[in-house]
C-alpha cells in the first residue's frame, strides 16, 4: 500500500451521504463549548517560537544550498550514491532540529529546539505537578540512528531523569505497537502517571485520546 487514489470521487460521494459539521459548526451549536469539553488553548491557538541559529547551523545550511544548487545542475540519470533533494531536506530537518544529529561531537546549543523543548518540559512538569500535567513531545525523525550518532529522544529522557523526573513518567510511543499496549498507555497518560510522552506526527497526530491532563 502506497497511496490513496481516487480521493475527489470519495469526498464527493461521502458527502452526499455524510452530515459532516466542522468544529465550529458545534461550537455554535452549543455541542462544544471552550473550557467544558473543548480545551482553551493559550494564547487562543498555537504559537510558533522562532530560535536564534547558531553559526554551525548557518554555515552548515550553506552547504545544503551548495547541495541543492548542483543536485539541480546534474545532467543525467541519478546514479546509486548520488546526492538527491529528499536527503538534502532531510539533513535540513534535522540540523534544525539540533545539529549534533549532523555532528554529534559538538557541545550542546542552549538555543537549539532540543534544549529549549527540554527546559519547557521540565518547567510545566513542575508547574502542574499538582494535578499530574502532562505534556506530549512531537519529534521528526524520532528513530534511533543505528550508527550510534545522537539521539534527541533518548538525550532528553536521560535529561530529565537527571532533573528529577521518574523514568516511569517518561514514555516513547514506538515502543507501543499492539493496540492493546497502546489503549493501556493512553491510559496511563490520562491518569498522569506517565507524564511525557514522545512520538511522531504519525503515531500521535490522530485518533489518541490523551487529552484529559494536557499542559
Given at each position: 500500500?502506497?497511496?490513496?487514489?481516487?480521493?475527489?470521487?470519495?469526498?464527493?460521494?461521502?458527502?452526499?451521504?455524510?452530515?459532516?459539521?466542522?468544529?465550529?459548526?458545534?461550537i455554535?451549536?452549543?455541542?462544544?463549548?471552550?473550557?467544558?469539553?473543548?480545551?482553551n488553548?493559550?494564547?487562543?491557538?498555537?504559537?510558533?517560537?522562532v530560535l536564534?541559529?547558531?553559526k554551525?547551523?548557518?554555515?552548515?545550511?550553506?552547504?545544503?544550498?551548495?547541495?541543492?544548487?548542483?543536485?539541480?545542475?546534474?545532467?543525467?540519470?541519478v546514479?546509486?550514491?548520488?546526492?538527491?533533494?529528499?536527503?538534502?531536506?532531510?539533513?535540513?530537518?534535522?540540523?534544525?532540529?539540533?545539529?549534533?544529529?549532523?555532528?554529534?561531537?559538538?557541545?550542546?546549543?542552549?538555543?537549539?529546539?532540543?534544549?529549549?523543548?527540554?527546559?519547557?518540559?521540565?518547567?510545566?512538569?513542575?508547574?502542574?505537578?499538582?494535578?499530574?500535567?502532562?505534556?506530549?513531545?512531537?519529534?521528526?525523525?524520532?528513530?534511533?540512528?543505528?550508527?550510534g550518532k545522537?539521539?534527541?529522544?533518548?538525550?532528553?529522557?536521560?535529561?530529565?531523569?537527571?532533573?528529577?523526573i521518574p523514568?516511569?513518567?517518561?514514555?516513547?510511543?514506538?515502543?507501543?505497537?499492539?493496540?492493546?499496549?497502546?489503549?493501556?498507555?493512553?491510559?496511563?497518560?490520562?491518569?498522569?502517571?506517565?507524564?511525557?510522552l514522545?512520538?511522531?506526527?504519525?503515531?500521535?497526530?490522530?485518533?489518541t485520546?490523551?487529552?484529559?491532563?494536557?499542559s
Open positions: 500500500f502506497k497511496n490513496f487514489m481516487n480521493m475527489s470521487s470519495l469526498r464527493t460521494m461521502i458527502g452526499e451521504t455524510w452530515d459532516i459539521q466542522t468544529q465550529e459548526m458545534l455554535q451549536a452549543g455541542v462544544f463549548k471552550r473550557g467544558v469539553n473543548l480545551p488553548i493559550k494564547g487562543g491557538g498555537p504559537q510558533n517560537i536564534p541559529r547558531s554551525e547551523l548557518v554555515e552548515y545550511t550553506k552547504t545544503l544550498i551548495d547541495r541543492a544548487e548542483a543536485i539541480s545542475k546534474r545532467k543525467g540519470k546514479q546509486k550514491g548520488d546526492d538527491i533533494m529528499l536527503t538534502v531536506m532531510q539533513d535540513g530537518i534535522k540540523a534544525a532540529l539540533d545539529m549534533r544529529m549532523i555532528d554529534p561531537t559538538l557541545p550542546a546549543d542552549p538555543d537549539s529546539k532540543v534544549e529549549w523543548t527540554l527546559r519547557k518540559l521540565i518547567e510545566k512538569h513542575k508547574e502542574y505537578s499538582g494535578i499530574k500535567g502532562t505534556q506530549i513531545v512531537f519529534i521528526v525523525n524520532p528513530a534511533a540512528d543505528p550508527n545522537f539521539n534527541p529522544q533518548e538525550y532528553m529522557k536521560k535529561k530529565l531523569i537527571a532533573a528529577g523514568e516511569k513518567e517518561i514514555a516513547f510511543i514506538h515502543d507501543f505497537e499492539k493496540d492493546d499496549e497502546k489503549t493501556a498507555l493512553y491510559e496511563k497518560v490520562n491518569a498522569g502517571e506517565v507524564r511525557i514522545f512520538g511522531s506526527t504519525e503515531k500521535l497526530g490522530a485518533g485520546n490523551i487529552q484529559k491532563r494536557l
